[in-house]
């Protein structure tokens, strides 16, 4: 890779398509995992419904809980903040949407870039933010191991890198949109094998784990 240009055409072919086979194939394996962990057979009676119980848990887990609130809002707050903003910026931002089309046939309305641009420098910000609470409070830097920082790194590298590239403040221009797509495929080979795979497993967890109390008739 010679060029600017030829390092592009990588990232954005043979890149790419690594990229996605490493995301795909480590999706699949990490679930798996947890479906054939399977569940013990419970041979109680029943004291209530599973299905509606787990409903319920996973809008009530997804809800801020008061004593966390109370305990330290600025985590609860700049958690959505940043989860809210990375989701606008990677699904809503229209260029996105079009390769996910390209890619997979699937497409929806994205929103004014000037509002991603804003939501992206917020969420960037909020952040670099939640990194010098970690680092600053002490139980927080105890309880944070190099899988917690890694996977801060790999989220925030294509927020900036995507910045950067949008704002033309890295030259020349195909460097940059490279280097924000290279960031991407960083995060899609890092993203099932770290404590990013939450965002799939957090349904079944929750869910689960409300099943089971309305199972056995306690509130999860």
């Known amino acids: 890779m010679s060029t ?13 398509d690594i990229a996605l086979v490493v995301f795909l194939i480590g999706i699949v394996i990490r679930l798996l995992e947890v479906l054939i962990l399977g569940r013990k057979p419970d041979f109680a009676e029943p004291r209530g419904a599973e299905l509606g119980a787990g409903l319920r848990t ?29 989701f ?16 997979i046939g699937l497409s929806w309305p994205g929103i004014a870039s000037n509002l991603v641009d804003a939501v992206a420098a917020v969420t960037i910000v909020t952040l670099v933010a939640m990194l010098f609470s ?8 105890y309880l944070s191991g190099p899988e917690d920082y890694l996977t801060w790194l790999v989220t925030i590298l294509p927020m900036i890198t995507g910045y950067l590239a949008y704002h033309r403040m890295i030259d020349p221009y195909p460097l940059a949109l490279g280097l924000h797509i290279l960031s991407v495929e960083i995060l899609m080979v890092v993203f099932p094998f770290t404590k990013l795979m939450h965002a799939f497993t957090f ?18």
């Open 134 to 141: 970690r680092m600053s409070h002490p139980v927080k830097r």
């Open 58 to 86: 996973l809008v009530t887990r997804t809800l801020p809980e008061q004593g966390s609130f109370r305990r330290s809002p600025f985590t609860v707050v700049g958690g959505y903040i940043w989860h809210i903003g990375f």
């Open 4 to 16: 600017s240009v030829d390092f592009l055409l990588w990232v954005r072919g043979p890149g790419f």
């Open 88 to 103: 606008i910026s990677l699904f809503l931002f229209i260029p996105h949407i079009e390769l996910i089309n390209a890619t």
């Open 203 to 220: 349904f079944i967890a929750r869910w689960y784990n409300g099943a089971m109390a309305g199972r056995r008739g306690v509130q999860s």
